[in-house]
């Protein structure tokens, strides 16, 4: 599917630029013209346009990834299953400049309860 979602994405890209082309053409061979109503662009160029824009979007809809879960529960419980290999905070929890609170408030409390036992 990837390749015939490529080839609908560059066949609608192409088409999007003839259709460029095309208005960049109009507008330069009635740059000159007096009439307003001649200076619009003729309707062939805006279904050529609107038909390039709906084949590039079902182009990139076909080659997109698939959608990953919603609830964290879903998103959580597959990252388990994997190991945890994919877990995007791991780096975050395994820093070495972070600091982990509730140990380093135990240690101060620890400490004071040291420092209490030895004036006593």
């Known amino acids: ?22 208005a960049h053409e109009h507008s330069v061979l009635f740059s000159n013209a007096r009439l307003a109503s001649s200076t619009a662009l003729p309707p062939d160029i805006i ?7 709906l084949v590039v979007s079902i182009g990139l809809v076909l080659s997109a990834d698939k959608l990953k879960p919603i609830s964290w529960r879903d998103w959580a419980g597959e990252i388990e299953r994997d190991g945890g290999a994919r877990n995007p905070y791991l780096s ?29």
């Open 92 to 120: 975050l929890e395994e820093r070495y400049g972070f600091w982990d609170i509730r140990a380093k408030r135990k240690e101060f409390a620890d400490w004071i309860r040291q420092e209490a036992v030895t004036k006593e």
């Open 47 to 53: 279904v050529e346009v609107l038909v390039a824009v």
């Open 1 to 22: 599917m990837s390749f015939l979602s490529h080839l609908v994405t560059l066949f609608g890209l192409v088409l999007l630029a003839h259709a460029g082309y095309s």
